[in-house]
Every structure is written in C-alpha cells, then in structure tokens.
C-alpha cells in the first residue's frame, strides 16, 4: 500500500477545462462574497474534469487576483505542488487510510501564514477513505477551523459514508456540452497522431461513456470502443447459461463496483436503443451492440432505477454479478 506521503499528487491545470466557465464565475462569486462553503464535495461520473475542478476551487482562494489567474505566485505554486498553504490528497491510487486523516487535521490546525487568507486541503476521490479515517473527520468536517476549506470529489457517492456527506455541501457536476467534448477528443488524438476520427465516430463514442470526455479518450486509446465485450455478450445472450456466464466475466474482468456496473449498464441500454433507432453508427472497426425493443429498454431501467436507489440510498451492498444476473435475465421474463 503506498504511504500517504506518495499518494500527494499536484492539481490538473485548470485552465484546459471545457464547458465549465458558467461554474468557474459562480464559485469566483461566491468567493468574493465571502459565502463560499467551508466543506465542499464534488460529485459527478468519472473523466468528466472533476479534479481540474477542485485546482480551480483552491487557486480562486489562493490567486492574487481572486479570479484562478493559472499566472501569478499563488497559482503557479499551486501548480507546481509546492503551495505551503495546500494539503492535496489523492484516493485514486488507493484506500486513504488513517495516517491521511491525521494528516489532514494536523495541516488544518496550524493558521495561514502572512499572506494567505485560507489553509486548504483538497481530497480527489474521497470515497477511498476507509471507515476510520472517515471517522477520525467527522468532527473537524461538522466544525473546520475558521480559515479552513475542504475540497472533495468522488464518482462514487454512493460509496461514501452517510455521516462524512451529510457534513458536505454538494456540488453536482455534469459533463461539458458534446461540441466542445468532441472538439476537446479531437484535437488530444490529433496531438498523438492518432488516426483521425470523424464527427459521428467521436459523438459515438462520446455517448458510449456517457459523455465524459476522459472516459471517452480512455476508451479511444485503448481501442474499447463500441464497449465492453462482456456488455455485448450480455445483450445478446439467448440462453440462461451465457447470461451467467457472461455476468462472471463481467465482474471478474471488470473488477467493477456496483454503482459502476449501474453506470455501464445505463450507457450500454441506452447505446443499444439509439442503434436501433438508427440515430448511431456502431463505431468503425467495431460490432453492432445487440439492439433493446422498447418494452426490453422500459424494464431494464426500471430495473435499474430500483437497483440505483438501493445503492445509493440504502447503502445496500448489492452483490454486483447478482445484479448484473437478474437485469440481464429481466427481458426473458
Ligand atoms: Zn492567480
């Protein structure tokens, strides 16, 4: 497990960001009023910019000009990581555990220098704090120091343990509008030297990741377009044997949450049921996803919404290959 001291990471550069300049004035508004929450949370689906997001939340309190320049002193060191004011912790390569949290209320408990107006710590993927650590905040989140923020994100909500969110304010964020997604995808595989993909391929695969502009790259580069292969599978199984067989490998290869499985799952109903409409082109070099009637499309997501909210809500720990299982077997019912 790597230490806590390993898992520091320096933010994204805020200023690449698509599509969120209306969210960036919002936030500089709010920080010049002095209203700006002292524990905010970002959610949304994963790619979508939310770590860029939390560079820019923490450069607003730390620019000379209040406005997350990306030039001056403040910004730049932010930058480079080297902020003395900034503590940046990252779950995405693995569980925060409790040497995290101690870290987090001994940067906290000292003041701002000469200087600075605030102590911050930023949190990406906060939903990888284990059940201590998380524990061990509960007071300093219900009651943060006057001078502290706390900037969080996960896309994982319903990971999350019920008493940290009830202690956080929370910021939905969605995805950048598809022109700039597919005019942001072009020019990343152009600066590769990728082949290069038309409009209608990029939007295709665009709504293949629910319109995340990083899961969309991801997929783009590792060539998974036109989607899982146990997705596929899953479609267009016949029998009650392939449906079993092919929720195995789904969960084995995957290595997917629940929540996550939900998320593919929607992506992947909804691709099936635009094909059949004839609104999408299967991706070049791909196959054609099985195609969902409109009575199959009606009851898996009825099934779906009924499994999101027991994620969600309840916390339920649904066992991901069950689900998988009794949504797949729904349309042969
Ligand atoms: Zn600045």
Not at 27 to 52: C, E, F, Q, Y
Not at 121 to 143: F, T, Y
Not at 169 to 186: D, E, F, G, I, Y
Not at 272 to 277: A, E, G, V
């Amino acid at each position: 497990m790597a230490s806590t001291e390993e898992l520091q990471v320096k933010p994204e550069p805020w200023l690449q960001l698509i599509g969120y300049d209306h969210l960036l004035q919002a936030w500089s508004d709010l920080s010049a009023a002095g209203n700006m929450p002292a524990v905010l949370l970002l959610t949304g689906r994963p790619g979508i910019g939310k770590k860029g997001l939390l560079g820019a939340l923490a450069a607003l309190h730390l620019c000379a000009t209040k406005s997350a320049c990306g030039h001056c002193a403040g910004c730049q060191w932010l930058l480079a990581g080297v902020h003395p004011e900034v503590l940046w912790l990252d779950g995405s390569a693995g569980a925060l555990r409790i040497d995290a949290a101690e870290q987090l209320q001994e940067h906290l408990e000292l003041n701002p220098g000469s200087g600075s107006s605030h102590r911050l710590v930023v949190m990406v993927d906060a939903d990888q704090l284990n059940k201590s650590a998380a524990n061990r905040l509960l007071k300093i989140l219900e009651e943060p120091p006057p001078r502290a923020r706390i900037l969080l994100s996960t896309s994982r909500v319903g990971a999350m343990l019920p008493t940290v969110l009830s202690r956080c304010v929370r910021w939905q964020v969605t995805p950048p509008p598809l022109v700039l997604s597919r005019a942001w995808l072009a020019q990343r595989m152009a600066e590769a030297k990728a082949p290069a993909c038309s409009d209608d391929e990029l939007d295709a695969c665009l709504r293949q990741a629910g319109l995340s502009p990083g899961l969309a790259l991801a997929m783009l580069r590792s060539g998974q377009v036109g989607g899982r292969e146990e997705l596929h599978g899953l479609l267009s199984a016949t029998t009650a044997v392939q449906v079993l067989e092919w929720s195995q490998q789904l969960v084995r290869a995957s290595g997917l949450t629940t929540a996550e499985m939900l998320q593919e799952w929607d992506i992947a109903i909804n691709h099936s049921y635009r094909q059949r409409l004839g609104l999408i082109q299967p991706a070049v070099g791909t196959r054609p996803a099985a195609s969902l009637n409109p009575v199959q499309l009606a009851q898996r997501r009825s099934l779906l919404s009924q499994a999101r909210k027991l994620v969600c809500g309840a916390q339920v720990p649904l066992n991901a290959q069950l689900l998988t299982e009794a949504l797949a077997f729904s349309e042969r019912a």
